[in-house]
């Protein structure tokens, strides 16, 4: 038998994921994993900020198309075209870190971020939403790296947001049921100006 070859170069794989350690990329690095209640905290975090500066956008040019609006329909009209492409712009800055989210969550459950593709089918986006946010992580390093440490703030963070969540659904199934059961009242709803 022959001796191997010293100048040989090494045989390990480099590329494979650490078996150790935790993962210390930033929450808007696609390449990372995002735990259950860290998505929930992030994702809840992103939406009640995008409400925030949707209403600060509402208001800024909402009082600056009142006030231009009643000296000339021109200048009015420029606000309210900016406050349309700020709106714009915000909204797609807003669905790139939603899907950078999705990514991540995805990673940590052991799937490529090219699944996040069946957001755009129908009915099938919810129910494999669902099955992403309920499906736990796959326990130590996986292909993506090593598991995301859920930081306290986020624990707090995530269990609001399942709080309201299921208080939200609560409070809308109550109120379908009521309407249900009072069609009259359905009816003056509806015919409400």
């Known amino acids: 038998m022959a001796s191997p070859n010293p100048y040989q170069s090494p045989q390990t794989d480099v590329t494979a994921p650490p078996m150790g350690g935790v993962d210390q990329t930033g929450p808007f690095d696609p ?8 998505y929930i905290a992030w994702y809840f975090a992103l939406s009640v900020a995008a409400y925030a500066v949707m209403i600060v956008i509402a208001l800024v040019f909402g009082v600056g198309v009142g006030l231009m609006g009643t000296q000339s329909e021109t ?3 420029i ?6 492409f700020f709106y714009f712009a915000f909204i797609i800055a807003m ?13 940590d459950i052991d799937l490529s971020g090219w699944w ?11 129910i494999f939403g669902i099955f992403a946010l309920v499906k736990a992580g796959t326990p ?7 598991p995301r440490e859920t930081r306290g ?8 947001g399942v709080v309201l969540f299921v208080l939200s659904l609560v409070v809308t199934v109550v109120a379908a049921v009521f309407l249900a059961m009072n069609p ?10």
Request: hydrophobic share 50%; proline share 5%; no cysteine.
């Open 153 to 160: 703030w986020e624990k707090v963070v995530g269990i609001i």
């Open 140 to 146: 130590g390093a996986n292909r993506f790296g090593p």
């Open 31 to 38: 390449k990372g994993r995002f735990g259950r209640l860290s």
């Open 184 to 193: 009259e009242l359905s009816q003056q709803w509806q015919q409400m100006p």
């Open 116 to 126: 996040t593709l069946l957001a755009l089918v129908p009915i099938v986006n919810a």
């Open 75 to 77: 200048a009015g009209g």
């Open 95 to 107: 669905l790139v870190v939603g899907i950078i989210f999705f990514i991540r969550r995805l990673h």
């Open 79 to 84: 606000v309210g075209g900016a406050a349309g």
